[in-house]
C-alpha cells in the first residue's frame, strides 16, 4: 500500500470501487423474484464488510512495519506511506457506510462492527505514532541533557523527559 493516489493507496481504491461497481451491477439488473434481489444485496454488502475488514486488518499490520522500520535517529521523518495508510482508514471509514450499511437489524449490527474495529485500528495507530514521536523526543532530550551538564538548564531537561514519558502511555 505504498503508491497513493486520490484517497488512498491505489489498491484500496481499486477495491472500493470494485465493490461499489459489483453492488451497482447487481441492483441494476432488477430481479424479478424481490426475495432473491434482496439476498444477493445483503450477501455483497456482507462480503464488502469482509473485505474492508480484510483490508483495514492488512494496513494496520503494514502500519507497524513500516514504523519499526523507520530510523530511531533525532532525524524522523513521516513516510508518505504512513500517511496514506491513514488516508486508507479514512477511505475505508467513508465506503463502509456506502457498501456495508443496510436497513435491516442484524445486518447493521455487522456494519456497526466494522466502523468499531476501524475507529480501533485508528486510535492504535496514533498510539504507535506517539510513542515514536515520544521515544525521538526523549532522545533528542536526553542528548541535550548531556551538553548541559552543571549548568541551570540540566535540571529542566531532565526533568522533561520524565514529564514526556508520563504523560504518553509508551508501550
Known amino acids: 500500500m505504498v503508491s497513493t493516489s486520490g484517497n488512498g493507496s491505489g489498491t484500496s481504491e481499486d477495491l472500493f470501487w470494485k465493490l461499489d461497481a459489483l453492488q451497482t451491477f447487481i441492483r441494476d439488473l432488477h430481479w424479478p423474484e424481490e426475495e432473491f434481489g434482496k439476498h444477493l444485496e445483503q450477501r455483497l454488502k456482507l462480503m464488502a464488510s469482509d473485505m474492508i475488514e480484510s483490508c483495514v486488518k492488512r494496513t494496520r499490520i ?33 465506503q463502509s457506510t456506502k457498501l456495508c450499511s443496510m436497513e435491516m437489524g442484524q445486518e447493521h449490527q455487522y456494519h456497526s462492527k466494522i466502523d468499531e474495529l476501524i475507529e480501533e485500528t485508528v486510535k492504535e495507530m496514533i498510539t504507535l505514532l506517539v510513542a515514536k514521536f515520544v521515544t525521538i523526543l526523549e532522545g533528542v532530550l536526553a542528548k541535550l541533557s548531556r551538553y548541559d551538564e552543571g549548568t541551570l538548564f540540566s535540571s529542566f531537561l531532565s526533568f522533561t523527559v520524565k514529564a514526556a514519558s508520563k504523560y504518553v502511555d509508551v508501550p
Open 62 to 94: 503494514a502500519f507497524e512495519v513500516k514504523l519499526q522500520k523507520t530510523s530511531r535517529s533525532t532525524d524522523f521523518r513521516v513516510p508518505q506511506s504512513i500517511c496514506t495508510m491513514f488516508n486508507v482508514m479514512v477511505d475505508a471509514k467513508a
